[in-house]
Structures are given as structure tokens and as C-alpha cells.
């Protein structure tokens, strides 16, 4: 065929969308005391969870905190200079992955269950698929808290040892990526650090 | 304060936005001839840049190959059952960590240029700090990708270390992805496979 089929011609954002996930959005350092629901929470994974990854396996883990007890437990293992920012956060995401995501692959890869074993057998295999596609997926969810009208604030500056030990005592998931969310308050953003040059990202084969 | 301010309260997506790049958009599996310039490919970095990594380090690096030569050149090192997919698709995208991307530190994150010695002394933390924040940005892209109303087929199936030695020869970057671009063709989807149940990923604390 020459011309894309009707049926499979795509939509495209317009300027104002792309806006608010990618150019105009940015990383907030102050939140307005405005609460952000456990719906909205909700719906932010159910937006994010339909974003691809390899061989469908999902290795993401959300545990989303509330401000008061939660919050607290959380923001001791912060680094000093994310505290600050994380006990005045409205809600708050610790990412975690999963490091037994392969025992969900019968059911979802279910037309090649085997998968299961073959992750099972090669540890290497699946920590890199594990850490790979638990990242892509933390970036499709920074964009869904976007598109949600909330600012994301994610932060490597944690201890996640002691956070995993707080949370995740059992050891299976383990911590990679805590964020923010929240409405923008006073003063929220920082200048815009500059991009990369083009030509310093982008070359052609 | 207790309320948002209006100059920073932010947009949302609409469900018709949210569609192209979350809800109804699926990996392609077939291409149409209709070809992808150059200058569509340009644009979809120019909005994946904004979105945020860690000290801003950004160590994704893009590789965008033609139909004919390069692409010959990089079918050849894919699976045997990814060859027939990329050698259809009209552009694919490389997608490489920069493991010295923090050269680059004094100018992306000038307010502390000493990072990029703290990085070059630290191996363990280039590695991981490049390795999560490229996979951020992949997940970025592929949402790129999809808000220009192109289809993206990503795929881990190929030799990585055939694939550096074809295109970087000088071992700085390492591929980790490659992501066919393009118009859907004819029936361009596999059928939708399950995404775990919201309670298997989510928790609360």
C-alpha cells in the first residue's frame, strides 16, 4: 500500500497539549496546600499503564504516599536538600520495581508463557529488563501526572536502601525514583537549564 | 497559601489527547509506504528534550536511520523476528546512552560544574545515572513519537554490541533501544494484551 489506510491515520497533539506535557510543564520545587485526591492518583496510573514495554512486562511499582505518618516515614530518607520539598508535598510516589515482574508473564504474555522460566533462570536478563523498562515507564508516568493538570517533581536524592527497608521490608521491589506531585505554589520553578544542542543528541545513518 | 495561583495553575489533556499518546495508541507492527521527513523526526526530539532528567544530564543520544543503506545496515543486526519490521518501517530511531555525558555537566547544570568530576570519578554512578535517566527519556520519546500522529514499534530484540560496533565504533555510545517510526500499514496491531490489575501495581502509605 502507498497511502496510510483511514482507519489507522493517528491524531496528533496540538500545540497547547504539547505544552502541557512537554514544553511549557516543568519540574516544581513548591506546592500549593491544594490537595491532590486519591482519584486523581488513581487516575494518573490508568493513564500511564497503557504505554508500552518490552514483552508487555510492566515491571513499575507505585506506592503513592499521604501527607501526615506516610509522609513522614518518607521524607527521613530523603537527601537533606529534597526534605524540604517532599514534607510539603500533597501526594507523593515512590517507584519502585518489581525484581519478580517475570511471574506475571503467563498472564501478561500469554502466548509465550515460558518467558516466565527464561527470566527465572537469567538473572542478568531480568534486572536489565527490569531496571529498562521500569524507567520507560516512569517516564510515560511523569507525563500522566502532567497531563492530569499536576506538576511532577522527581528526585533521585533518596536513600533507597532505608527506603525499601521502610516500605518494601520484604524485598521484592526496590525503590529507584521518588516524585512530587502536586499544584505549583509560590515561586514554584527554577531558570530552565538548557538542552543539549541538536546536533549533540541527533545524528543520521 | 491555600489555594493555587492563577499564574500557575496548569492545563490538563483532554480525552482526545490523552488517546493519541496513552489510551488508544498501540505499537505498530506494519508500515505504510508513506514516508517520515526528516524534519517530522527533528521535531519529535524538539519536544522530547523538555521533559526532565536528573541534574538535567540528559544522556540519551538518537541515531535516525533511513530507508536504504542505514537501514540495511542496521537490519541485519536486529532478531530474526524484528529483521522484517524495521526493514519495512520508513525511519528508526537508535536510541544510545552517552556514557560521557557528563562532559557536557559544566553546561547543563552550571550552577554545580563540579558534578561532572564527581560522575568521572564515580563509574558505578555514570553507569546508573546514565542507564535510568536515558530510559526516562526513551519513555519520553515514545510519547514524542506519538504526538506527531506517528505509530512507534519499539523493540529491545537485537545485538546491542553488533549495533555499537556498526554505527559507534568509538565505544562511547551504547545502544539500548530501537524504535520503528512511521503510518500504520495493514492490520497494524496485535491484539491489545492485559495490563495488570491496578491493585498489583498500586499501594498506599
Known amino acids: 500500500m502507498t497511502e496510510v489506510a483511514e482507519a489507522t491515520r493517528l491524531g496528533r497533539l496540538d500545540d497547547e497539549a504539547r505544552s502541557v506535557i512537554f514544553t511549557r510543564a516543568r519540574t516544581a520545587n513548591t506546592w500549593a496546600e ?64 518489581d525484581t519478580r515482574f517475570h511471574e506475571h508473564i503467563p498472564t501478561v504474555f500469554p502466548m509465550r508463557p515460558e518467558m516466565k522460566d527464561v527470566f527465572e533462570a537469567n538473572e542478568d536478563m531480568r534486572t536489565a ?42 524485598g521484592r521491589y526496590k525503590s529507584f525514583l521518588v516524585i512530587n506531585i502536586g499544584h505549583p505554589g509560590d515561586s514554584p520553578w527554577f531558570n530552565r537549564l538548557p538542552r543539549l544542542d541538536h546536533d549533540d543528541v541527533i545524528s543520521w545513518a
Do not use: C
Request: charged share 20%; aromatic share 8%.
Open 34 to 97: 491544594t490537595p491532590v485526591s486519591d482519584a486523581e492518583l488513581n487516575s494518573v496510573w490508568e493513564l500511564a499503564k497503557w504505554a508500552p514495554t518490552s514483552a508487555n512486562i510492566q515491571p513499575l511499582r507505585v506506592l503513592y504516599v499521604h501527607p501526615g505518618e506516610g509522609r513522614d516515614r518518607l521524607v527521613k530518607h530523603m537527601s537533606d536538600g529534597n526534605k524540604a520539598k517532599t514534607a510539603a508535598a500533597p501526594a507523593v510516589a515512590v517507584l519502585a520495581i
Open 129 to 170: 529488563g527490569g531496571k529498562l523498562n521500569a524507567a520507560l515507564q516512569a517516564g510515560y508516568f511523569i507525563l500522566a501526572v502532567r497531563a492530569h493538570g499536576l506538576a511532577a517533581g522527581p528526585m533521585s536524592g533518596f536513600d533507597a536502601a532505608d527506603v525499601d527497608a521502610e516500605f518494601f521490608a520484604d
